[in-house]
C-alpha cells in the first residue's frame, strides 16, 4: 500500500481554500494542516476538511512532505524558504516571488537539497492550452487579451504580475525563444498598482506577441490568436472554442481561397485539480514538475522587464 503524501496549504485565503478542497478529495494524500495568520479563516477551512489549522507556517515544519504556498506575493519567498531548508517540496502560487534575486535563491536551495518546486502556472493545465500543443509550431504572431472584472485579490502585485504573468508563461512555452525587445507601457486606475497594461514582445527568433491586460473591464474577455507559416489560430477561452485555417492546397475552394477552416471545441476541466494532482505525482515520483521553478523564474523576468518599461514610459498607454 502507497504511503499517503502528507500535504498543507500555506493561506487559506480564496484560492487557497479551493487547493484545500481538491487535496482533501485526494486518496493519496493526507491534508496535515491549513495555515493562515487569520486565526478564524484557517479554522473555517480546516473544519470543512477534517483537518488541524495553524497560524504559524512554522508549526508545520517537520509535519509535511509538501505545501502549497498561497500567501501573498511579498511573503512567498520568506515561507518556501522556511520549507525548503527543512526539505519540503513547495508548490508556489504565481508569481513565483517579488524580485529574480529570491527566486533565484529559492530554486538554489532546492537544486542542492534535490527538492521539487512548482510554479503555479494554471493556465498550462487549460484543456485549450494543451490542445494547442499539437497545432500550434514556431509561432510568428501571437495576440493576446485577458480581461477581467474588478476584484480586490491579487491587487497586492500590478496586473502584469497578477493577470499578464500568464500569458507570458504560454508564450514562452510555445516560442521557445529569448527575448530581443520588450515595449510596454500601463497604468493604476483603482489600485495602486498598475491596473491595465499593454506590451510588445520581440523575439530572437523574429515573433512578434502584443500583450494586453487589464483587471477593470466590465466583462471577462480571454482570447489568444497566434500566427504561423500557413495557419492562422483562435481561441476563445469563453466560448470554448479553437479556430484553425490552414492551407489545403485546393485553390478557389472554401471560404478563404485555398484555406481550410476547422472549429474544435473543447470541455473545461478543472485545471486547478489537475494543476495539483501533477505536483503530488511529481512529489511521489521525484519526477520533473510541469512548471518548474526556472520556468516561473524565466516568466517572470519578463513581468518584471515589463514593469520596468511601464515605469520608463512613465504610464502613458501604447497607442
Not at 90 to 103: F, G, S, Y
Not at 126 to 138: E, F, S, T, W
Not at 139 to 144: D, H, L, T
Amino acid at each position: 500500500m502507497n504511503k499517503k503524501l502528507k500535504v498543507g496549504v500555506i493561506g487559506a485565503g480564496y484560492l487557497g481554500k479551493f487547493h484545500a478542497e481538491k487535496y482533501a478529495r485526494m486518496d493519496n494524500v493526507d491534508l496535515v494542516g491549513i495555515v493562515d495568520r487569520n486565526r478564524s479563516l484557517a479554522e473555517n477551512v480546516a473544519g470543512k476538511h477534517n483537518t488541524k489549522a495553524y497560524i504559524d507556517h512554522k508549526e508545520l515544519l517537520g509535519k509535511v512532505d509538501a505545501v502549497s504556498i498561497v500567501v501573498s506575493t511579498p511573503a512567498h519567498f520568506a515561507v518556501s524558504k522556511d520549507f525548503l531548508e527543512n526539505d519540503v517540496d513547495l508548490l508556489i502560487e504565481k508569481p513565483m516571488t517579488v524580485t529574480l534575486e529570491e527566486a533565484d535563491e529559492l530554486i538554489s536551495i532546492a537544486e542542492s537539497r534535490g527538492l521539487i518546486i512548482q510554479v503555479g502556472h494554471l493556465e498550462r493545465f487549460n484543456p485549450a492550452v494543451v490542445a494547442l500543443r499539437d497545432i500550434v509550431k514556431n509561432p510568428m504572431f501571437i495576440e493576446s487579451h485577458r480581461l477581467s472584472v474588478y476584484h480586490s485579490r491579487g491587487t497586492d502585485v500590478s496586473v502584469v504580475l497578477d493577470l499578464m504573468i500568464h500569458d507570458i508563461d504560454i508564450m514562452l512555452n510555445f516560442v521557445r525563444s529569448d527575448i530581443k525587445a520588450i515595449h510596454a507601457a500601463g497604468i493604476p486606475v483603482i489600485s495602486e498598482h498598475v491596473d491595465i497594461a499593454n506590451a510588445r514582445l520581440e523575439f530572437e527568433s523574429g515573433c512578434i506577441a502584443n500583450v494586453t491586460a487589464s483587471r477593470i473591464s466590465i466583462k471577462k474577455e480571454r482570447k489568444v490568436r497566434l500566427f504561423q507559416k500557413d495557419a492562422y489560430v483562435s481561441v476563445d477561452f469563453a466560448d470554448c472554442k479553437i479556430t484553425v485555417i490552414n492551407k489545403t492546397g485546393q485553390d478557389g475552394i472554401g471560404l478563404i481561397p485555398g484555406m481550410g477552416i476547422k472549429q474544435l471545441s473543447f470541455t473545461n476541466t478543472d485545471a486547478l485539480e489537475d494543476e495539483l494532482v501533477s505536483f503530488v505525482k511529481a512529489v511521489k515520483r521525484r519526477e520533473v514538475p510541469e512548471v518548474t521553478g526556472q520556468m516561473g523564474r524565466n516568466a517572470l523576468k519578463i513581468a518584471l522587464s515589463i514593469m520596468e518599461q511601464i515605469n520608463i514610459t512613465g504610464g502613458r498607454l501604447l497607442t
